[in-house]
Every structure is written in structure tokens, then in C-alpha cells.
């Protein structure tokens, strides 16, 4: 195996691939330009820089946007749709704000130059937000939001599962209809990683709202634990182990 990490878009971005029978020079290639993907995102969808393109939109300082920028638009219009608006970035604080989904749809853009530059077995973690080159499944552990060094589950992932919630950053969330946020903590298992992203966000905002949601979706699985620890699970949600 070889791994890699880099700090970008406010996070630790983890790189774990079989090199199988590529030359390891080939597989950290692949792994420079994965990064200088992301690095390269980060500097136009980075809300604390002044001159990206996100900050320049959100001050109105232009009236036009790239076609990354749309791309991001789109997906984030699809995702307040499934959502039911519970995902709703044009809610935030300052104007738009893709935050709950551009990091995810990052890492799947780095994931896809490492399968361009022929890998075939890849992980990508950015910040407890992971995606895989599909053919091969991995057992990924949740953090529990409430046991300091603990895990509440380990989840089978072929493709992508996100998490999001209050437990580290504290109430960054907001939810659009303005009621309480309904966990400290919700994971989304399945799909592609942009969206389950989005639907992690949605899920500790709606709560049993956004859960009835995930459970009536193909492919789709989540859960999320309340302040009181107890955790909720859509119906076919699996688990390889669970901690306290």
C-alpha cells in the first residue's frame, strides 16, 4: 500500500492506494495531480479566501460563474431536492455556501485522476468523508460523537460515506426551516460521495424527517445518534461492529 496525506480545504486529506502491479513512481504521479486537484478547488470554492470565486460570488462582485462553479450549483440544487430543503446552501449565512457538499465532491475528482492514471484500488478520506475506486469494499469505523477516542460503527463502503455533525466543530449547522438540529452526529453510506455528503448535513439537521427520506432512496443507507446517544438507522442499514 501506499499512502499519502495533505492538509487542504480546511482538513486532512488521506490517500491510501494498492499500487498492484503499477510502478510506485506511477502511482505517486497519479498522487501529485490528485493533490494539486484539490489544491486547486480549494482556491476557488474556499469561503475564507477573499479572492476565490465563491467569496467574489457571494460578495456580488461577479455576475457570471465558471463551469466547475455550475457544476457545484447543479449538484447542489439536486441534493436540496432529495433533501426536501434540508440541504439548502443558498440558506447560509453570506449567500450561497456549498461547504456540505464541494469537499466531497473534491475528493471524488481526485479519485477519478488516480483511476485515469490507471489505478485501480484507491481510498480517499478528507476529513471522515471517504470515497473508493469501486471493486473492492472496505470497513470504515464512525467516530462516536459523544465517547471521547471511541467508534460508534464500522460500515462496509464500496463507494462513499460522509459524516457530518455538531460534536466537533460545535453548531456550524443551520437548519433552513429554522428549527433545532436534530443530532450530533449522522453518517450517509452509499451513492456518490458529493451527495451522501449533502444528505450526512441534511440527516443531523432533519433528524427522522431525513431518515424516512435515505430509506425510500436505492443504494442508499444512514443513521444518526441524538444528544442523548441513542441512534437512529434507515431499515437496511448494515454494521460490522458497533462500540458503545
Keep these: 500500500m501506499i499512502a499519502k496525506t495533505e492538509t487542504v480545504m480546511g482538513t486532512v486529506v488521506s490517500f491510501l492506494v494498492d499500487p498492484e502491479n503499477l510502478p510506485n513512481a506511477q502511482v505517486h504521479l497519479a498522487l501529485d495531480e490528485a493533490c494539486a486537484e484539490l489544491h486547486r ?52 449565512p453570506g449567500g450561497f455556501d456549498p461547504t456540505g457538499l464541494v469537499k466531497g465532491w473534491a475528493a471524488e475528482r481526485a479519485l477519478s485522476i488516480l483511476a485515469q492514471r490507471g489505478v485501480t484500488a484507491a481510498l480517499i478520506n478528507a476529513g471522515g468523508d471517504v470515497c ?35 460534536y466537533e466543530r460545535g453548531s456550524h449547522l443551520i437548519n433552513p426551516f429554522g428549527g433545532e438540529i436534530a443530532a450530533v452526529s449522522a453518517t450517509v453510506v452509499g451513492g ?41 438507522t434507515t431499515s437496511k442499514m448494515i454494521f460490522l461492529e458497533t462500540s458503545p
Design 132 to 166: 473508493v475506486l469501486a471493486g473492492r469494499s472496505y470497513e470504515v469505523g464512525i467516530r462516536h460523537p459523544l465517547i471521547p477516542d471511541a467508534l460508534c460503527a464500522v460500515v462496509p463502503v464500496n463507494s462513499a460515506v460522509a459524516t457530518s455533525g455538531i
Design 41 to 92: 478547488l480549494d482556491e476557488r470554492f474556499s469561503r475564507w479566501n477573499v479572492d476565490s470565486e465563491l467569496s467574489r460570488l457571494r460578495a456580488g462582485e461577479v455576475h457570471g460563474s465558471s463551469d466547475l462553479m455550475d457544476e457545484v450549483f447543479q449538484l447542489c440544487a439536486d441534493a436540496c431536492n432529495i433533501s426536501n430543503g434540508f440541504f439548502n446552501p443558498w440558506s447560509m
Design 192 to 232: 456518490r460521495l458529493a451527495i451522501a455528503d449533502a444528505l450526512a448535513t441534511a440527516l443531523a439537521v432533519g433528524g427522522a424527517s431525513v431518515l424516512y427520506l435515505l430509506d425510500r432512496m436505492e443504494y442508499i443507507e444512514g443513521f444518526f445518534i441524538d444528544a442523548s446517544g441513542s441512534m437512529f
